[in-house]
């Protein structure tokens, strides 16, 4: 299985409220977009979050937070979310909520 289905639903449950939300399989797992601007997703291991390079040092200094690189070089303005990040209600709505304002300030697609 290339993503965890329980990492998905803590996910899913995060953004349920917020109208515009669609989800897509992309990057071998599962992501959540917001009027088809990327938001966050999960893979094997963990999970990510499009935050914005203007974001992404906040992100960055929340525990469990790393750059997200899945070809050795990091993805800017992206970052990866351990298990035990997506696991923690207060920091993993800590970081969608970097990833929604960041969605939010995009046009839609």
């Known amino acids: 299985m290339p993503y965890d289905e329980g990492h998905a ?3 899913r449950e995060e953004l349920v409220d917020i109208e515009g939300i669609t989800e897509k399989k992309m990057f071998g797992g599962l992501c959540f977009l917001l009027h088809g601007n990327m938001v966050c997703g999960v893979h094997k291991g963990g999970g990510m979050a ?3 390079k203007s974001r992404e040092a906040e992100a960055l200094a929340i525990d469990g937070v790393d750059p997200l690189s899945f070809t050795g ?3 800017g303005g992206m970052v990866d979310i351990s298990e035990d990040l997506l696991a923690d209600d207060d920091r993993r709505a800590e970081v969608i909520a970097l990833a929604l304002t ?3 300030s995009l046009p839609p697609k």
Request: proline share 8%.
């Open 9 to 11: 639903t803590l996910m």
């Open 50 to 52: 499009r935050v914005g």
């Open 73 to 75: 070089r990091p993805m």
């Open 102 to 104: 960041n969605a939010r």
